[in-house]
């Protein structure tokens, strides 16, 4: 029997996000206590409005807490919205009907925390703006969090904000920094796990498209996205909060990983938010000896069987 894990899903609801917080809904595996939003694919209310009409199709009461507007810096970097202007498509199927709470983000995150010491995992599915200023609010109840999971970085492979900055890490790279120098367990999933064999393809999209009311939900969610893929030469659309998600409810899907230290780079310049590991007990030719491994990288999991699985899910409603 797998444990049970107590999670906060810290989300900037786009598509990919909305997939994996129906993921997490239909899950057994998890409890979710709550869900925290932060500016990033799209404004806060935007993301807000995304998250509350997830968890409503996904039959889910799970509450709502809105926090940062802008990155930890305040400093915004400027991106466009793959998933078009409302994050979800712009298909027209935001119309939540619930409200989100008036409790800040941060204040949920840190009394969750303080009244469940060592046992509440954050699965971080954008730019971690939220942990961040919980932990510059109160560092000692952040060391209580178990694990963290992080979609973020562009692992061992390319960018999509830069060549080399992941959106979530580029958005807000110095909370990313700060979230990794707390040393509390970080699960990292970055982009090279959502590659290929996880795309679904033009044809799959369609499929869903003419599916059950999550796939149909999905699939409208995504149209934008794959407009967009298709322009960069891809037919499909990808998922990466979703197979981030994936690592948690399927605990058989990840079948290798490596541990690390991780450093963020926060220069304005070129290589702002690219993250580099350093892997723990590798002797590099100029660095006989890397730092403290403070992250585990997912490094292998079942591609191959992420869409027919997720398709599953979904499919059930
Ligand atoms: O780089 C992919 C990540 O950026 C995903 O979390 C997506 O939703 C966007 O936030
Ligand atoms: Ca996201």
Redesign the pocket.
């Given at each position: 029997m797998s444990e049970l894990h107590k999670i906060i899903i810290d989300t900037?609801t786009?598509g990919?996000?909305a997939c994996a917080l129906i993921l997490a809904v239909k899950s057994p595996l998890v409890e979710i206590l709550g869900v925290t939003v932060a500016a990033?694919?799209v404004s806060l209310p935007q993301a807000v409005r995304n998250a509350m009409a997830s968890l409503e199709i996904a039959g889910s009461d799970a509450k709502i807490y809105p926090g940062a507007v802008k990155p930890f810096s305040g400093e915004e970097r400027e991106t466009f919205s793959v998933y078009g202007n409302d994050g979800m498509g712009d298909a027209g199927i935001i119309n939540p009907k619930g409200k989100a709470e008036d409790k800040h983000a941060v204040d949920f995150i840190l009394e969750t925390v303080a009244a469940n010491p060592g046992e509440i995992e954050i699965v971080a599915?954008?730019p971690v703006t939220n942990i961040a200023l919980a932990i510059a609010h109160d560092p000692e109840t952040m060391k209580k969090v178990k694990r963290i999971w992080s979609?973020g970085t562009a692992g061992f492979g390319p960018g999509?904000a830069t060549p080399v900055a992941?959106?979530?890490v580029y958005k807000d790279a110095e909370a990313y920094k700060i979230m990794l120098d707390l040393g509390i367990p970080v699960t990292v999933i970055g982009?090279d796990m959502d590659d290929e064999p996880t795309w679904v393809s033009e044809e799959c999209w369609r499929e869903m498209g003419r599916g059950s009311r999550l796939q149909q939900f999905i699939s409208k969610a995504t149209g934008k996205l794959l407009e967009f893929k298709q322009g960069n030469g891809i037919n499909a659309v990808d998922l990466?909060?979703a197979v981030a998600m994936a690592t948690l409810v399927w605990p058989d899907f990840v079948t290798a990983s490596v541990k690390c230290s991780a450093s963020c780079i926060t220069d304005k310049g070129e290589t702002h938010g690219l993250v580099i590991f350093y892997k723990e007990g590798f002797t590099y030719d100029s660095m006989p000896e890397t730092g403290e491994a403070n992250v585990t990288v997912i490094t292998g999991a079942k591609k191959n069987e992420f869409v027919r699985r997720l398709n599953e899910v979904l499919a059930e409603d």
């Open positions: 900037d786009g990919d996000d990033g694919n599915l954008g979609m999509n992941e959106f979530n982009l990466p909060d």
